[in-house]
């Protein structure tokens, strides 16, 4: 039978050196590393930006841009164009601003004249003329479209209201001559009771003297 082969045995007084010198600075390192605070250098390309007077370029509206005045890196100062924007939009919202700040001008301007006339006397016919007259407006918006709008739903208005006075007139009256019937009644009514009432004591009179009346 074959015997067991013993194990081999380093005995190398180097090599025993070595490994414990390794295995002691491992150690050193690793409770340094608890110990001491490790610093971690690294390079690389940044950018220094300043946190005091930075300023935000923006539209105050939004739009297509069609030409950029400026670089990047160049001196600007106040008042400088960089962007220009397409105005398209900008224009078109500007007319519709102005278009309805005519129309409540003349329009203000309707009801100020109708509020007018109801302090007045509105119940005598008014000429289109005159009723023309009463809206004032600045000049720049006579030749407006909107003002002959206004100025027929003024006649309108003006003429609605007269029909309305007319008919309380009308109502106005058929209430007194109503009133005059019923007092003509009343009195009509008043003069048979008062007749009755004589008739009655003649009758009693000439109850009392035994004489038959004839009536």
């Known amino acids: ?21 390794t295995i002691a600075v491992f150690s050193v390192v690793l409770v340094m590393s608890f110990i001491f605070r490790i610093e971690v250098v690294a390079r690389g390309q940044g950018r220094v930006v300043p946190v005091d007077r930075v300023q935000v370029v923006q539209p105050e509206y939004s739009g297509r841009i069609v030409a950029i005045h400026v670089r990047n890196g160049s001196r600007v100062e106040k008042g400088d164009v960089l962007v220009e924007l397409d105005p398209t939009d900008a224009m078109v919202e500007l ?31 008014i000429a289109p003329e005159e009723t023309q007259s009463r809206i004032e407006i600045p000049s720049d918006l006579a030749a407006s479209p909107f003002l002959i709008r206004q100025r027929a739903l003024l006649e309108a208005e003006i003429a609605d209201i007269q029909a309305s006075l007319a ?49």
């Open 1 to 21: 039978m074959n015997q067991p082969a013993e194990p081999m045995k380093i005995t190398s007084p180097t090599l025993h050196a070595t490994i414990l010198f």
């Open 95 to 125: 007319q519709t601003i102005t278009e309805e700040r005519d129309r409540l001008i003349i329009e203000n301007a309707r009801i100020e004249a109708l509020l007018t006339l109801l302090a007045g006397d509105i119940q005598h016919s």
């Open 167 to 215: 008919q309380i007139d009308a109502r106005e009256n058929a209430l007194r001559k109503s009133e005059e019937v019923t007092k003509a009644n009343i009195d009509r009514v008043e003069s048979a009771l008062k007749t009755q009432a004589e008739r009655l004591s003649i009758s009693e009179r000439l109850l009392q003297q035994e004489v038959v009346p004839l009536f």
